[in-house]
Structure formats: structure tokens, C-alpha cells
């Protein structure tokens, strides 16, 4: 797109045993500092802000276990018997969206067990991440609650969900197909087709496919929108 106001990305995209990754194209996969580790294009900023305040506040560093993999690394991790793991194509480690996380000695379901994982799983809309699998969403994900699991779906989104408690899947559900919903200076609105109705000026929008055949708009307000 030419507008710069404009971007589009998988921030909002449903990746779970119902709705695979999407097949007819490739996930949009940046380097993060060294080489070794791989995310989304929206996450390494997000993530660099997050371990940044983990640092300041708790004097640790906040360790990626795992981010992108591949299709060939999620069946190996399904062939080494991980029980956690999800199919091959309902993971969100294979569009990049995922991460798990860690301090030092506190993996896992340990990540609690210190003070930084109870901040991170309390904060981590601040910076754009939901935990993804929460105590309270059992039912609605399947899996059981994660602690460690971090999902990016952006700052506005992460804010709405964590607040409502709602897990990804309710919250996409809860949005009616052409309807606005304003939070703050910004209007969220779900929307089908190749045209969508926007506010007459905007100070930017952010498109996201939900993989369920609609878009999920962003819509920051210009000052005289608002």
C-alpha cells in the first residue's frame, strides 16, 4: 500500500486445531538480534520492550525457549513425545505470533514461581502480548493454562482482552462483522470484503486477517476524530 498510514500484518490471525495456518502464503518471519531466533515482524520490538522492563525491575534477563519453528521443527518436537505440543499447522510457533518464555531456573509452569513470571503474566498487555492460554480459558482454547506462553496480538487488543478476560478466540468472536467498537482513541471494527468503511480520516489503520474469512481493522483517530 502506498498510504504509509497503513499497515497490514497477522497480528489477529486465529492459528488453533480449527483454524490452521493459513496455506496459500508464508508468515511475514524477521531475525531478532543474533540469527538464532526468528518472530513476526510486529513481535522483536514488542519483546525487546518487555525484556527491557523485566531487567529493570527484577535485575533478570527474559529468556526465549522457543519462537518461529517450522513445520519440520513442530514434528519433531511432537515426535520427541512434548504433550503440550500442538499439531503440525494449528501452532502459532509456525506463523511466528508465539513465544515462550523464561527466567533463569523458572521454566514452565516454574516461570511463576518468581516474582519477574508473575509480572510478565500480569503486564504483558502493556507490551502487546496475551497469555494465550489462560487459567480462566481452558474450555474455550483446549489447553491448558500456560504461563510461559506469550502471543502477540498488539498493544489495543492485548489491553481489550486481558481486561475482559477473553482468550483470542472468544474475543475475535465477540466482534460483530461491521460493527465499531471504540477503546480509547481507537476504533476496532470486523470486516469482510476487499472495500472496507473507514472514519473519514484516520492517523493510522492497522488490517489484520482473523483466518475465519474476515479482517480485523485498528483504526487510530486523528485528533479531530476523536
Do not use: C
Not at 502487546?128 to 493454562?145: A, D, H, K, L, M
Not at 486481558?162 to 478466540?169: A, F, G, W, Y
Request: aromatic share 12%; glycine share 6%.
Amino acid at each position: 500500500l502506498e498510504d504509509s498510514r497503513v499497515e497490514l500484518n497477522d497480528d489477529l490471525l486465529l492459528i488453533n486445531q480449527e483454524h490452521l495456518i493459513p496455506s496459500d502464503r508464508e508468515p511475514e518471519i524477521v531475525e531478532y538480534e543474533d540469527s538464532t531466533v526468528y518472530m513476526n515482524k510486529n513481535v522483536p520490538q514488542a519483546y525487546w520492550e518487555l525484556k527491557t522492563a523485566v531487567h529493570d525491575k527484577f535485575a533478570e534477563n527474559l529468556y526465549i525457549m522457543s519462537a518461529y519453528r517450522t513445520a519440520d521443527e513442530q514434528a519433531d518436537i511432537l515426535a520427541e513425545g512434548n504433550e503440550a505440543a500442538t499439531a503440525i499447522g494449528a501452532s502459532e510457533h509456525e506463523w511466528g505470533l508465539a513465544l515462550d518464555v523464561y527466567v533463569m531456573y523458572h521454566a514452565g509452569a516454574g516461570f511463576l514461581n518468581h516474582p519477574a513470571g508473575v509480572w510478565v503474566n500480569q503486564n504483558a498487555q502493556d507490551y502487546g502480548f496475551i497469555i494465550r492460554y489462560p487459567s480462566y480459558g481452558v474450555e474455550q482454547t483446549g489447553i491448558q493454562f500456560e504461563p510461559w506462553h506469550l502471543r502477540y496480538v498488539g498493544p489495543v487488543h492485548a489491553q481489550i482482552m486481558t481486561e475482559s478476560r477473553l482468550t483470542l478466540e472468544e474475543y475475535l468472536a465477540s466482534l460483530q462483522e461491521g460493527n465499531f467498537y471504540q477503546y480509547e482513541n481507537y476504533l476496532i471494527s470486523k470486516q469482510a470484503g476487499t472495500k472496507f468503511l473507514l472514519p473519514q480520516d484516520y492517523a493510522s489503520l492497522s488490517i489484520s486477517p482473523d483466518n475465519m474469512g474476515s479482517y480485523i481493522l485498528t483504526i487510530e483517530l486523528a485528533l479531530d476524530e476523536r
